[in-house]
């Protein structure tokens, strides 16, 4: 299933996008899309529903793809070629940070880049959405506490994030840095997570194509890692890392400036598009 919210922000709509590609209202039968609703039994009253017996939405603006998000953690350097991109050696675990839910915004919404940033860079993630609590589980099970995947938008303040004191969080979490969507596609539809076709445009341009098959740590791994240290609950975010292409690992390196439009996408997981505004 595709799951979505839609509507104006703070007062979205849960849906599913059916065979069709029409949107089609679950708020008679879910309070949002998150919670217990996206549980394996959540998700298994929603797939016993007849899409057609469901009210048609009209096309409107699509909220992140998921509620209640209580953790977005975000894995960096996960990719091998970006990781020789960036001149930085492959960890030796999973670098673990945190993107504040406060910079979860829709899939289309406005980005906003920060005042005073002069390095504001692009990353397409494949998001992994828990569905169920997680605590120390092992690897051969972790999968079985992922709802689904999302698009996500790891966008970075690369200025903040390594030329500042302090850790990375600060140039992750700017408001607006989040966009995650435009569905959480459940993990049935979604035949190998390692094998994922990136792409990712500025203005146009492609500056990401990458593949997840280069993931350094598979999301079985992440999850199971993470969960060893954190419970993981449902609504949780993980972005997983990123493919070769970001603005800092170009020569010279290249960043976002007002009026920049950037469309990003993963195969089967559909695309996002934003526009880069200066926040004045």
């Given at each position: 299933?595709?799951?979505?919210?839609?509507?104006?922000?703070?007062?979205?709509?849960?849906?599913?996008?059916?065979?069709?590609?029409?949107?089609?209202?679950?708020?008679?039968?879910?309070?949002?899309?998150?919670?217990?609703?996206?549980?394996?039994?959540?998700?298994?009253?929603?797939?016993?529903?007849?899409?057609?017996?469901?009210?048609?939405?009209?096309?409107?603006?699509?909220?992140?793809?998921?509620?209640?998000?209580?953790?977005?953690?975000?894995?960096?350097?996960?990719?091998?070629?970006?990781?020789?991109?960036?001149?930085?050696?492959?960890?030796?675990?999973?670098?673990?940070?945190?993107?504040?839910?406060?910079?979860?915004?829709?899939p289309n919404?406005?980005?906003?880049?920060?005042?005073?940033?002069?390095?504001?860079?692009?990353?397409?993630?494949?998001?992994?959405?828990?569905?169920?609590?997680?605590k120390y589980?092992?690897?051969?099970?972790?999968?079985?506490?992922?709802?689904?995947?999302?698009?996500?938008?790891?966008?970075?303040?690369?200025?903040?994030?390594?030329?500042?004191?302090?850790?990375?969080t600060k140039?992750?979490?700017?408001?607006?840095?989040?966009?995650?969507?435009?569905?959480?596609?459940?993990?049935?539809?979604?035949?190998?997570?390692?094998?994922?076709?990136?792409?990712?445009?500025?203005?146009?341009?492609?500056?990401?194509?990458?593949?997840?098959?280069?993931?350094?740590?598979?999301?079985?791994?992440?999850?199971?890692?993470?969960?060893?240290?954190?419970?993981?609950?449902?609504?949780?975010?993980?972005?997983?890392?990123?493919?070769?292409?970001?603005?800092?690992?170009?020569?010279?390196?290249?960043?976002?400036?007002?009026?920049?439009?950037?469309?990003?996408?993963?195969?089967?997981?559909?695309?996002?598009?934003?526009?880069?505004?200066?926040?004045?």
């Amino acid at each position: 299933m595709k799951l979505m919210r839609v509507g104006e922000a703070g007062r979205e709509k849960p849906a599913l996008l059916d065979a069709d590609g029409k949107i089609r209202d679950l708020s008679a039968h879910v309070a949002d899309i998150g919670g217990e609703a996206i549980s394996p039994a959540g998700l298994a009253r929603i797939a016993a529903i007849d899409p057609k017996t469901l009210p048609e939405l009209a096309p409107g603006r699509i909220g992140a793809c998921v509620a209640g998000t209580g953790k977005f953690i975000c894995i960096g350097l996960n990719f091998s070629d970006h990781a020789a991109e960036t001149g930085a050696t492959v960890p030796p675990e999973p670098v673990i940070f945190m993107k504040a839910t406060s910079a979860i915004v829709g899939p289309n919404d406005t980005v906003l880049i920060p005042r005073g940033s002069e390095k504001t860079d692009w990353e397409v993630e494949l998001g992994v959405i828990i569905g169920k609590t997680a605590k120390y589980v092992s690897e051969a099970d972790a999968l079985d506490y992922v709802a689904g995947y999302c698009v996500s938008h790891d966008v970075s303040e690369r200025a903040f994030q390594t030329e500042r004191a302090g850790q990375w969080t600060k140039g992750k979490s700017c408001d607006t840095f989040g966009p995650i969507g435009p569905w959480l596609v459940t993990k049935d539809e979604v035949a190998d997570p390692q094998n994922l076709a990136m792409w990712l445009k500025v203005n146009g341009q492609t500056m990401q194509n990458g593949s997840s098959k280069t993931m350094v740590y598979g999301v079985a791994h992440i999850v199971s890692y993470l969960s060893q240290f954190m419970s993981l609950h449902p609504g949780d975010v993980i972005s997983t890392g990123t493919p070769p292409g970001v603005g800092m690992g170009m020569k010279p390196p290249r960043f976002l400036r007002d009026g920049d439009v950037v469309e990003l996408g993963i195969e089967g997981l559909g695309s996002q598009k934003q526009s880069f505004v200066a926040d004045r």
